[in-house]
């Protein structure tokens, strides 16, 4: 009975370790790879844009995507357009 019980404790103590080993290797992995992420996150938040509203119709659209005419922002050149003839 005792060469059992000694046995079970080697096996789970090997699993444990054998757990231990794997997990710090996954970590020390994962430490290499942070600065990659880190940079991918900086240039997503240079793409951050700030949205602006169509006078005519209420959508709201990039900064960059909009048409300013007349002092006013519009998502199109015919809303542009059809608020100029009115």
Do not use: T, Y
Not at 36 to 43: E, I, L, P, S, T
């Amino acid at each position: 009975m005792g060469k059992v019980l000694f046995w079970v404790i080697v096996i789970i103590g090997g699993l444990m370790a054998a757990r231990l080993i794997a997990r710090h290797n996954e970590r020390s992995q994962l430490d290499g790879k942070q600065p990659k992420q880190v940079k991918k996150q900086k240039n997503q938040e240079k793409a951050v844009e700030s949205m602006v509203r169509c006078e005519h119709c209420g959508i709201h659209l990039p900064r960059s995507e909009a048409i300013l005419s007349n002092g006013k922002i519009w998502c199109s050149q015919e809303h542009a357009q059809r608020q100029e003839r009115q």
